[in-house]
Protein backbone atom coordinates (compact mmCIF):
# COMPACT_ATOMS: atom_id res chain seq x y z
CA UNK A 1 0.00 0.00 0.00
CA UNK A 2 1.32 3.88 -1.01
CA UNK A 3 2.24 6.20 1.69
CA UNK A 4 -0.47 8.80 2.38
CA UNK A 5 -0.04 12.17 1.22
CA UNK A 6 -1.00 13.35 4.76
CA UNK A 7 -1.15 11.80 8.17
CA UNK A 8 -1.42 12.94 11.47
CA UNK A 9 -1.12 10.53 14.29
CA UNK A 10 -2.29 12.32 17.89
CA UNK A 11 -1.70 15.81 16.78
CA UNK A 12 -2.03 18.53 19.53
CA UNK A 13 -1.77 21.92 18.87
CA UNK A 14 -1.76 24.44 22.05
CA UNK A 15 -1.33 28.46 21.46
CA UNK A 16 0.61 30.60 24.18
CA UNK A 17 -1.86 33.19 24.33
CA UNK A 18 -4.57 30.41 25.25
CA UNK A 19 -4.50 27.32 27.76
CA UNK A 20 -6.82 25.64 26.25
CA UNK A 21 -5.80 23.49 23.22
CA UNK A 22 -7.10 24.12 19.60
CA UNK A 23 -6.64 21.23 18.25
CA UNK A 24 -6.64 17.95 20.31
CA UNK A 25 -5.27 14.60 19.77
CA UNK A 26 -5.93 14.79 15.68
CA UNK A 27 -5.40 11.49 13.83
CA UNK A 28 -6.17 10.98 10.25
CA UNK A 29 -4.60 10.24 6.81
CA UNK A 30 -5.68 11.28 3.51
CA UNK A 31 -4.89 8.63 0.75
CA UNK A 32 -2.90 9.91 -2.20
CA UNK A 33 -5.43 11.76 -4.80
CA UNK A 34 -8.04 11.44 -2.06
CA UNK A 35 -10.12 14.64 -1.85
CA UNK A 36 -11.33 15.10 1.33
CA UNK A 37 -13.50 18.10 3.39
CA UNK A 38 -12.59 19.92 6.48
CA UNK A 39 -15.75 20.76 8.30
CA UNK A 40 -16.70 22.50 11.90
CA UNK A 41 -17.80 25.78 12.78
CA UNK A 42 -16.06 28.56 13.21
CA UNK A 43 -12.97 28.48 16.16
CA UNK A 44 -13.16 24.43 15.97
CA UNK A 45 -9.24 24.25 14.94
CA UNK A 46 -9.68 23.89 10.69
CA UNK A 47 -7.61 26.44 9.75
CA UNK A 48 -4.67 25.75 12.94
CA UNK A 49 -4.68 22.24 11.39
CA UNK A 50 -3.71 23.37 7.85
CA UNK A 51 -1.54 25.51 9.14
CA UNK A 52 -0.02 22.75 11.78
CA UNK A 53 0.39 20.39 8.59
CA UNK A 54 3.23 23.13 6.99
CA UNK A 55 4.81 24.10 10.39
CA UNK A 56 3.51 27.27 10.86
CA UNK A 57 2.44 25.99 14.31
CA UNK A 58 3.88 24.24 16.62
CA UNK A 59 2.37 21.31 17.54
CA UNK A 60 2.70 17.75 19.41
CA UNK A 61 2.50 14.08 17.96
CA UNK A 62 3.29 13.30 14.09
CA UNK A 63 2.18 14.88 11.08
CA UNK A 64 3.88 12.91 7.95
CA UNK A 65 3.79 14.43 4.20
CA UNK A 66 4.43 11.62 2.50
CA UNK A 67 7.39 9.40 3.66
CA UNK A 68 8.59 12.44 5.68
CA UNK A 69 7.89 13.70 8.77
CA UNK A 70 7.03 17.13 9.76
CA UNK A 71 10.06 18.42 11.68
CA UNK A 72 12.59 21.62 11.24
CA UNK A 73 15.10 20.24 9.14
CA UNK A 74 12.25 18.71 6.80
CA UNK A 75 9.83 21.66 6.57
CA UNK A 76 11.62 22.88 3.03
CA UNK A 77 10.87 20.23 1.51
CA UNK A 78 7.48 19.43 2.83
CA UNK A 79 6.32 22.90 1.85
CA UNK A 80 8.07 22.47 -1.80
CA UNK A 81 4.91 19.63 -2.03
CA UNK A 82 2.35 21.24 -0.58
CA UNK A 83 0.24 23.66 -2.59
CA UNK A 84 -1.21 25.78 0.40
CA UNK A 85 -4.44 28.56 -0.09
CA UNK A 86 -4.73 30.52 2.89
CA UNK A 87 -8.41 31.95 4.11
CA UNK A 88 -7.40 36.01 3.28
CA UNK A 89 -6.57 35.75 -0.21
CA UNK A 90 -4.62 38.63 -0.26
CA UNK A 91 -1.89 37.54 3.22
CA UNK A 92 -0.27 35.48 0.67
CA UNK A 93 -0.30 37.31 -3.10
CA UNK A 94 3.28 38.79 -2.20
CA UNK A 95 3.95 40.26 -5.56
CA UNK A 96 2.62 44.04 -6.97
CA UNK A 97 1.62 41.83 -10.90
CA UNK A 98 -0.75 39.24 -10.84
CA UNK A 99 1.62 37.10 -13.17
CA UNK A 100 4.86 37.46 -11.06
CA UNK A 101 2.76 36.53 -8.08
CA UNK A 102 1.77 32.85 -10.08
CA UNK A 103 4.80 32.28 -11.26
CA UNK A 104 6.82 32.73 -7.97
CA UNK A 105 6.95 28.63 -6.89
CA UNK A 106 8.47 27.96 -10.62
CA UNK A 107 11.06 30.87 -10.10
CA UNK A 108 11.82 29.42 -7.22
CA UNK A 109 12.12 26.12 -8.60
CA UNK A 110 14.69 27.68 -10.99
CA UNK A 111 12.34 26.31 -14.13
CA UNK A 112 13.18 28.08 -17.82
CA UNK A 113 11.19 31.40 -18.17
CA UNK A 114 9.50 30.11 -21.23
CA UNK A 115 8.35 27.13 -19.28
CA UNK A 116 6.97 29.34 -16.20
CA UNK A 117 5.59 31.81 -18.15
CA UNK A 118 3.37 29.22 -20.47
CA UNK A 119 2.65 27.14 -16.83
CA UNK A 120 1.45 30.52 -15.35
CA UNK A 121 -0.83 31.63 -18.36
CA UNK A 122 -2.08 28.23 -18.61
CA UNK A 123 -2.94 27.94 -14.69
CA UNK A 124 -4.56 31.76 -15.25
CA UNK A 125 -6.66 30.51 -17.66
CA UNK A 126 -7.85 27.31 -16.24
CA UNK A 127 -9.26 29.93 -13.62
CA UNK A 128 -10.61 31.82 -15.82
CA UNK A 129 -8.45 34.97 -15.08
CA UNK A 130 -6.30 34.74 -17.80
CA UNK A 131 -6.92 38.16 -18.63
CA UNK A 132 -5.71 39.54 -15.47
CA UNK A 133 -1.99 38.26 -15.84
CA UNK A 134 -0.22 41.57 -16.29
CA UNK A 135 -3.02 43.15 -13.87
CA UNK A 136 -1.84 44.79 -10.43
CA UNK A 137 -3.53 43.00 -7.94
CA UNK A 138 -4.47 46.04 -5.76
CA UNK A 139 -7.25 46.44 -8.47
CA UNK A 140 -8.65 43.29 -8.04
CA UNK A 141 -11.88 42.17 -6.97
CA UNK A 142 -11.97 39.93 -3.53
CA UNK A 143 -13.10 37.25 -5.97
CA UNK A 144 -10.25 37.31 -8.41
CA UNK A 145 -7.51 37.86 -5.05
CA UNK A 146 -8.82 34.93 -4.28
CA UNK A 147 -8.46 33.05 -7.66
CA UNK A 148 -5.07 34.52 -7.80
CA UNK A 149 -3.81 32.86 -4.55
CA UNK A 150 -5.24 29.15 -5.95
CA UNK A 151 -3.42 29.41 -9.04
CA UNK A 152 -0.22 29.97 -6.95
CA UNK A 153 -0.82 27.10 -5.00
CA UNK A 154 -1.12 25.26 -8.16
CA UNK A 155 0.98 26.27 -10.46
CA UNK A 156 3.57 23.93 -9.79
CA UNK A 157 1.24 20.91 -9.71
CA UNK A 158 1.79 19.85 -6.11
CA UNK A 159 0.86 16.54 -4.51
CA UNK A 160 -0.87 17.67 -2.01
CA UNK A 161 -3.55 20.81 -1.47
CA UNK A 162 -4.10 22.25 1.77
CA UNK A 163 -7.15 24.59 0.89
CA UNK A 164 -8.69 26.83 3.77
CA UNK A 165 -12.30 28.12 2.41
CA UNK A 166 -11.36 27.92 -1.62
CA UNK A 167 -14.55 28.97 -2.43
CA UNK A 168 -15.14 31.76 -0.37
CA UNK A 169 -15.64 35.14 -1.91
CA UNK A 170 -16.41 33.08 -5.19
CA UNK A 171 -19.81 33.89 -7.25
CA UNK A 172 -21.53 30.57 -8.23
CA UNK A 173 -20.02 30.61 -11.79
CA UNK A 174 -16.38 30.96 -10.09
CA UNK A 175 -17.38 28.25 -7.56
CA UNK A 176 -18.34 25.99 -10.85
CA UNK A 177 -14.85 26.53 -12.73
CA UNK A 178 -12.86 26.02 -9.37
CA UNK A 179 -15.14 22.68 -8.43
CA UNK A 180 -14.18 21.25 -12.44
CA UNK A 181 -10.77 22.48 -11.92
CA UNK A 182 -9.79 20.83 -8.21
CA UNK A 183 -11.77 17.64 -9.92
CA UNK A 184 -9.79 17.36 -12.73
CA UNK A 185 -6.49 17.22 -10.32
CA UNK A 186 -3.85 14.43 -9.47
CA UNK A 187 -3.19 15.82 -6.14
CA UNK A 188 -4.80 14.98 -2.82
CA UNK A 189 -6.59 17.49 -1.29
CA UNK A 190 -7.82 18.57 2.56
CA UNK A 191 -10.59 21.59 2.02
CA UNK A 192 -11.31 23.60 5.01
CA UNK A 193 -14.60 24.80 3.86
CA UNK A 194 -18.20 25.68 5.55
CA UNK A 195 -19.76 25.41 2.05
CA UNK A 196 -21.22 22.09 1.94
CA UNK A 197 -22.63 21.98 -1.35
CA UNK A 198 -19.29 22.99 -2.60
CA UNK A 199 -17.57 20.21 -0.35
CA UNK A 200 -20.20 17.13 -1.32
CA UNK A 201 -19.65 18.04 -5.18
CA UNK A 202 -16.33 17.60 -4.43
CA UNK A 203 -15.25 15.43 -2.10
CA UNK A 204 -15.16 11.84 -1.07
CA UNK A 205 -14.75 12.35 2.20
CA UNK A 206 -15.42 14.50 5.51
CA UNK A 207 -13.99 15.04 8.49
CA UNK A 208 -15.85 17.31 10.98
CA UNK A 209 -13.64 19.22 14.12
CA UNK A 210 -15.62 19.88 17.22
CA UNK A 211 -13.75 21.76 19.67
CA UNK A 212 -10.68 20.93 18.11
CA UNK A 213 -11.27 17.26 17.82
CA UNK A 214 -12.24 14.70 14.94
CA UNK A 215 -16.39 14.50 15.66
CA UNK A 216 -16.92 12.39 12.39
CA UNK A 217 -14.50 10.91 9.83
CA UNK A 218 -16.50 9.32 6.40
CA UNK A 219 -18.11 9.23 3.41
CA UNK A 220 -21.86 9.23 4.25
CA UNK A 221 -23.26 13.08 3.44
CA UNK A 222 -26.31 12.37 5.18
CA UNK A 223 -24.53 12.19 8.41
CA UNK A 224 -22.54 15.25 8.05
CA UNK A 225 -25.70 17.32 7.68
CA UNK A 226 -27.24 16.06 9.75
CA UNK A 227 -24.40 16.70 12.42
CA UNK A 228 -23.70 20.00 10.53
CA UNK A 229 -27.23 20.90 11.13
CA UNK B 1 -11.84 60.10 -10.05
CA UNK B 2 -9.46 60.83 -7.07
CA UNK B 3 -5.66 59.41 -7.63
CA UNK B 4 -4.20 57.51 -4.75
CA UNK B 5 -0.76 57.77 -3.86
CA UNK B 6 0.13 54.07 -4.92
CA UNK B 7 -1.27 55.10 -8.30
CA UNK B 8 1.52 57.12 -8.68
CA UNK B 9 3.83 54.47 -9.41
CA UNK B 10 4.23 53.77 -12.96
CA UNK B 11 2.56 56.67 -13.71
CA UNK B 12 4.64 58.41 -16.08
CA UNK B 13 4.68 58.27 -19.79
CA UNK B 14 7.75 60.23 -20.77
CA UNK B 15 10.61 58.55 -22.56
CA UNK B 16 12.48 57.80 -19.33
CA UNK B 17 9.90 54.40 -19.21
CA UNK B 18 11.71 53.35 -22.30
CA UNK B 19 15.03 52.66 -20.35
CA UNK B 20 14.80 49.31 -17.94
CA UNK B 21 13.49 49.66 -14.44
CA UNK B 22 17.46 49.55 -13.21
CA UNK B 23 18.45 52.43 -15.50
CA UNK B 24 15.28 54.38 -14.34
CA UNK B 25 16.30 53.70 -10.70
CA UNK B 26 19.76 54.74 -10.98
CA UNK B 27 18.97 58.01 -12.90
CA UNK B 28 16.75 59.04 -10.21
CA UNK B 29 19.04 58.04 -7.47
CA UNK B 30 21.72 60.04 -9.34
CA UNK B 31 19.35 63.06 -9.88
CA UNK B 32 18.58 63.36 -6.25
CA UNK B 33 22.03 63.17 -5.12
CA UNK B 34 23.18 65.60 -7.63
CA UNK B 35 19.97 67.83 -5.52
CA UNK B 36 21.53 67.06 -2.59
CA UNK B 37 25.25 67.66 -3.23
CA UNK B 38 25.32 70.68 -5.45
CA UNK B 39 25.43 74.01 -3.08
CA UNK B 40 21.62 75.21 -3.34
CA UNK B 41 22.38 79.18 -2.65
CA UNK B 42 25.28 79.79 -5.53
CA UNK B 43 24.03 80.78 -8.70
CA UNK B 44 25.45 77.83 -10.29
CA UNK B 45 24.72 75.29 -8.12
CA UNK B 46 21.04 76.82 -8.33
CA UNK B 47 21.17 76.23 -11.72
CA UNK B 48 22.39 72.40 -11.82
CA UNK B 49 19.92 71.70 -8.90
CA UNK B 50 16.90 73.76 -11.13
CA UNK B 51 18.13 71.75 -15.06
CA UNK B 52 18.72 68.51 -13.20
CA UNK B 53 15.09 68.63 -11.68
CA UNK B 54 13.34 70.22 -15.23
CA UNK B 55 14.98 67.76 -16.84
CA UNK B 56 14.41 64.63 -14.98
CA UNK B 57 11.12 65.65 -14.84
CA UNK B 58 10.81 66.02 -18.52
CA UNK B 59 12.19 62.42 -18.70
CA UNK B 60 9.57 60.90 -16.99
CA UNK B 61 6.60 63.06 -17.59
CA UNK B 62 4.41 62.21 -14.87
CA UNK B 63 0.61 64.09 -15.32
CA UNK B 64 0.97 67.73 -14.28
CA UNK B 65 -1.68 68.06 -11.55
CA UNK B 66 0.83 65.16 -9.63
CA UNK B 67 3.63 67.55 -9.78
CA UNK B 68 1.75 70.20 -9.00
CA UNK B 69 0.37 68.50 -5.86
CA UNK B 70 3.98 67.49 -4.69
CA UNK B 71 5.38 70.48 -5.28
CA UNK B 72 2.29 71.91 -3.16
CA UNK B 73 2.88 69.69 -0.78
CA UNK B 74 6.86 70.34 -0.71
CA UNK B 75 5.99 74.72 -0.30
CA UNK B 76 3.88 73.61 2.68
CA UNK B 77 6.62 71.34 4.20
CA UNK B 78 9.59 73.48 3.24
CA UNK B 79 8.44 77.38 3.57
CA UNK B 80 7.34 77.11 7.28
CA UNK B 81 11.25 76.83 8.13
CA UNK B 82 11.26 80.87 7.04
CA UNK B 83 9.09 81.51 9.24
CA UNK B 84 11.67 80.16 12.00
CA UNK B 85 13.91 82.98 11.32
CA UNK B 86 12.64 85.85 13.68
CA UNK B 87 13.72 82.94 16.28
CA UNK B 88 17.38 82.56 15.04
CA UNK B 89 19.90 84.31 17.46
CA UNK B 90 22.30 86.65 15.63
CA UNK B 91 24.99 84.94 16.97
CA UNK B 92 27.96 87.27 17.62
CA UNK B 93 27.00 89.29 14.13
CA UNK B 94 25.42 91.95 13.14
CA UNK B 95 21.70 91.63 12.69
CA UNK B 96 21.51 92.27 9.20
CA UNK B 97 24.04 89.44 8.65
CA UNK B 98 22.52 87.34 11.21
CA UNK B 99 19.02 87.51 8.75
CA UNK B 100 21.32 86.78 5.71
CA UNK B 101 22.64 84.01 6.99
CA UNK B 102 19.20 83.17 8.83
CA UNK B 103 17.78 83.02 5.10
CA UNK B 104 20.24 81.56 3.02
CA UNK B 105 19.81 78.17 5.82
CA UNK B 106 16.28 78.24 5.23
CA UNK B 107 16.54 78.76 1.56
CA UNK B 108 18.90 75.75 1.49
CA UNK B 109 16.19 73.97 3.09
CA UNK B 110 13.47 74.96 1.19
CA UNK B 111 15.67 74.32 -2.18
CA UNK B 112 16.61 70.95 -1.10
CA UNK B 113 13.57 69.98 -0.08
CA UNK B 114 11.76 70.89 -3.00
CA UNK B 115 14.03 69.10 -5.44
CA UNK B 116 14.07 66.05 -3.11
CA UNK B 117 10.42 65.73 -2.88
CA UNK B 118 10.01 66.34 -7.21
CA UNK B 119 12.56 64.25 -7.60
CA UNK B 120 11.73 61.33 -5.48
CA UNK B 121 8.24 61.69 -6.83
CA UNK B 122 9.23 61.19 -10.57
CA UNK B 123 11.72 58.46 -10.03
CA UNK B 124 8.56 57.00 -8.34
CA UNK B 125 6.15 57.83 -11.21
CA UNK B 126 8.51 56.41 -13.72
CA UNK B 127 8.59 52.83 -12.32
CA UNK B 128 5.45 50.68 -11.51
CA UNK B 129 5.82 48.25 -8.39
CA UNK B 130 6.69 45.52 -10.79
CA UNK B 131 9.56 47.60 -12.40
CA UNK B 132 10.95 47.98 -8.88
CA UNK B 133 10.95 44.87 -7.90
CA UNK B 134 12.65 44.10 -11.42
CA UNK B 135 15.21 47.09 -11.32
CA UNK B 136 16.11 45.83 -7.37
CA UNK B 137 16.50 42.26 -8.27
CA UNK B 138 18.58 43.81 -11.29
CA UNK B 139 20.96 45.30 -8.72
CA UNK B 140 24.11 44.09 -6.57
CA UNK B 141 21.97 44.47 -3.68
CA UNK B 142 21.59 41.66 -1.32
CA UNK B 143 18.26 39.50 -1.89
CA UNK B 144 16.60 40.27 1.43
CA UNK B 145 17.05 43.62 0.71
CA UNK B 146 14.68 44.23 -2.27
CA UNK B 147 12.36 41.30 -0.81
CA UNK B 148 11.82 43.69 1.85
CA UNK B 149 11.84 47.50 0.18
CA UNK B 150 9.12 45.61 -2.67
CA UNK B 151 7.14 44.53 0.34
CA UNK B 152 6.93 47.15 2.39
CA UNK B 153 5.35 49.26 -1.12
CA UNK B 154 3.05 46.10 -1.50
CA UNK B 155 2.10 46.30 1.98
CA UNK B 156 1.43 49.50 2.22
CA UNK B 157 -1.37 49.86 -0.31
CA UNK B 158 -2.90 46.70 0.81
CA UNK B 159 -2.73 48.56 4.27
CA UNK B 160 -3.66 52.01 2.43
CA UNK B 161 -7.27 49.76 0.92
CA UNK B 162 -7.38 48.22 4.77
CA UNK B 163 -7.86 51.68 6.13
CA UNK B 164 -10.47 52.87 3.66
CA UNK B 165 -12.69 50.10 4.18
CA UNK B 166 -12.63 51.12 8.06
CA UNK B 167 -13.18 54.78 7.61
CA UNK B 168 -16.10 53.62 5.23
CA UNK B 169 -17.58 51.55 8.01
CA UNK B 170 -17.29 54.59 10.57
CA UNK B 171 -19.09 56.53 7.88
CA UNK B 172 -21.76 53.98 7.45
CA UNK B 173 -22.02 53.36 11.42
CA UNK B 174 -22.57 57.06 12.02
CA UNK B 175 -19.04 57.34 13.25
CA UNK B 176 -18.21 60.57 10.72
CA UNK B 177 -21.60 63.18 11.41
CA UNK B 178 -19.36 63.98 14.87
CA UNK B 179 -20.56 63.91 18.43
CA UNK B 180 -20.07 61.17 20.85
CA UNK B 181 -20.83 58.50 18.67
CA UNK B 182 -17.67 59.77 16.67
CA UNK B 183 -15.79 60.59 19.66
CA UNK B 184 -16.31 57.10 20.90
CA UNK B 185 -15.23 55.15 17.62
CA UNK B 186 -12.66 57.39 17.49
CA UNK B 187 -11.22 55.95 20.80
CA UNK B 188 -11.54 52.64 19.69
CA UNK B 189 -9.84 52.93 16.78
CA UNK B 190 -6.56 52.29 17.56
CA UNK B 191 -7.81 49.47 19.82
CA UNK B 192 -9.09 47.99 17.01
CA UNK B 193 -7.23 48.93 13.69
CA UNK B 194 -3.90 48.44 15.40
CA UNK B 195 -4.27 45.16 16.41
CA UNK B 196 -5.89 43.98 12.97
CA UNK B 197 -2.46 45.18 11.16
CA UNK B 198 -0.67 43.09 14.02
CA UNK B 199 -2.64 40.60 13.21
CA UNK B 200 -2.18 40.70 9.08
CA UNK B 201 1.53 41.28 9.91
CA UNK B 202 1.53 37.79 11.34
CA UNK B 203 -0.41 36.42 8.72
CA UNK B 204 1.62 37.87 5.83
CA UNK B 205 5.12 36.68 7.50
CA UNK B 206 3.43 33.17 7.34
CA UNK B 207 2.81 33.33 3.62
CA UNK B 208 6.10 34.41 3.02
CA UNK B 209 7.68 31.95 4.80
CA UNK B 210 5.73 29.09 3.72
CA UNK B 211 6.33 30.92 0.01
CA UNK B 212 9.76 31.34 0.29
CA UNK B 213 10.22 34.75 0.23
CA UNK B 214 13.05 35.69 1.42
CA UNK B 215 15.02 32.50 0.54
CA UNK B 216 18.20 32.82 -1.56
CA UNK B 217 17.96 35.55 -4.37
CA UNK B 218 15.48 36.86 -5.75
CA UNK B 219 14.62 35.84 -9.23
CA UNK B 220 13.04 37.68 -12.09
CA UNK B 221 11.07 36.57 -14.62
CA UNK B 222 11.61 39.23 -17.33
CA UNK B 223 14.71 39.94 -19.36
CA UNK B 224 16.01 43.16 -18.59
CA UNK B 225 18.98 43.81 -20.69
CA UNK B 226 20.61 46.97 -20.51
CA UNK B 227 21.01 48.80 -24.07
CA UNK B 228 23.27 51.48 -25.66
CA UNK B 229 20.37 54.35 -24.59
CA UNK B 230 20.41 53.00 -20.67
CA UNK B 231 24.26 53.58 -20.86
CA UNK B 232 23.87 56.94 -22.19
CA UNK B 233 21.48 57.85 -19.84
CA UNK B 234 23.79 56.47 -17.13
CA UNK B 235 26.80 58.45 -18.18
CA UNK B 236 24.79 61.64 -18.48
CA UNK B 237 23.51 61.24 -15.38
CA UNK B 238 26.77 60.69 -13.46
CA UNK B 239 28.34 63.57 -15.81
CA UNK B 240 25.79 65.83 -14.08
CA UNK B 241 26.55 64.10 -10.62
CA UNK B 242 30.07 64.71 -11.34
CA UNK B 243 29.57 68.25 -11.84
CA UNK B 244 27.72 69.01 -8.96
CA UNK B 245 30.92 67.62 -6.63
CA UNK B 246 33.29 69.80 -8.98
CA UNK B 247 31.41 72.85 -8.47
CA UNK B 248 30.65 71.90 -4.28
CA UNK B 249 34.24 70.92 -4.27
CA UNK B 250 36.06 74.04 -5.97
CA UNK B 251 33.46 76.70 -4.03
CA UNK B 252 32.43 78.11 -7.48
CA UNK B 253 29.66 80.35 -6.93
Not at chain 2, 31 to 46: E, N, Q, V, Y
Request: charge should be positive; proline fraction near 5%; include cysteine.
Amino acid sequence: MSEPALAFRNVSVCYESSAARTLSDVSFSVAAGERVALLGLNGSGKTTLLKSAVGLVPHEGEIRVGDTVLARQTLPKIRERIGFLFNVPEDQILFPRVADDVAFALVRQGRPRDEISARATEVLHSLGIGHLAESPVHHLSHGQKQRVALAGALVAVPKLLLLDEPSAGLDPPGKNVLAHLLAGLDAAMLIATHDLAFATRLCTRFIMLERGRVAFDGTDTAEVLRDWE
Amino acid sequence: MRTHWHDLWGCSRGPVVRLVPQTRLLLGGAAFATCMIAPATTLTGGLVIAVTVAAWLAASRPPMKTVFGFALLGLLLFVPTLLLLPLMPPNGVRAAAGWKHGFVASANLLVRGMSGVLISMATIASVSVSDLREGLTRLPLPGIVSAIVVQIVHQTATLFYETKRVASAMAVRGASGGGRAAWQVLWSLPRVWLPRIVDRADRVADAMELRGYCEGEALSLRSSRMRAADWAALALALAVLGLAVVIRGRGVT
